[in-house]
């Protein structure tokens, strides 16, 4: 069971250019969500998803697009990279959106954007 | 709205001391809490959590006690091990609808254990 699968692991963009972050989870979770990491900030919250065809925004969603065309899919798209989205990203999924649900993480992306 | 504030770090202890990290948080409605660690170049995970008010949560010997009278959930393990360094999030969930869906974190706590 792989669980939570965040590609590329690392990645270096130049400023302006366009990317997508990918995730995708095997657990068949309903709620999925994109975080950055950022040092001393914890995590905030970009977009989330709780079921296909449906997204909403986080606290941070300037510069992000996000679409969830599969219940396994939630992939995360910077339009034009800037120097402060330079961060770690994680993606998480969830069973369901009940307060006490565990919610499961991918390993991170690490990106700089130069 | 929601927040969480766990003590800042580093914290930095010898082998077989006793951890305390305090998290204090600020809740509508009716919270479920968590703790989260992050070990060196992984993802979080879930390391115990509690869903309603004097609920101890536990495991691999630590544990935390949803305190609400003081709106604490305070992190504790009698004896660390070097394999407890990572960092560790607080963390509280509400059921509110709409985005309060979403886990709102504290900003973390870098242990060290020290041989």
């Known amino acids: 069971n792989a669980g939570v699968t965040q590609t590329p692991k690392f990645q270096v963009l130049k400023t302006g250019q366009s990317m997508t972050l990918q995730c995708a989870q095997d657990?068949?979770?309903?709620?999925m969500s994109w975080y950055r990491q950022d040092p001393g900030m914890g995590l905030r919250l970009i977009h989330y998803s709780v079921g296909a065809g449906i997204t909403d925004q986080g606290e941070v969603p300037n510069g992000y697009n996000v679409s969830r065309s599969t219940t396994e899919d939630f992939p995360l798209r910077l339009l034009s990279a800037a120097p402060s989205q330079t961060s770690v990203y994680f993606c998480a999924s969830s069973y369901g959106t009940g307060s006490s649900t565990e919610a499961f993480f991918g390993q991170g992306t690490r990106l700089t954007v130069v | 709205g929601n927040s969480v504030t766990q003590m800042e770090g580093p914290v930095t202890l010898s082998e077989e001391a006793f951890l305390t990290i305090n998290c204090t948080y600020t809740a509508t409605g009716y919270p479920s809490l968590f703790w989260y660690v992050q070990y060196p170049g992984e993802g979080l995970q879930l390391l115990l959590k509690a869903t309603k008010a004097d609920d101890k949560g536990s495991n691999k010997g630590f544990e935390a006690t949803y305190r609400k009278e003081t709106t604490s959930f305070h992190l504790e393990k009698g004896s660390v091990q070097v394999s407890d360094s990572a960092v560790y999030f607080c963390?509280?969930?509400?059921?509110?609808?709409?985005?309060?869906?979403?886990?709102?974190f504290g900003k973390g706590t870098l242990l060290t254990v020290n041989p």
């Open positions: 657990m068949n979770h309903e709620y």
């Open positions: 963390a509280l969930r509400t059921n509110s609808g709409g985005s309060n869906y979403k886990l709102t």
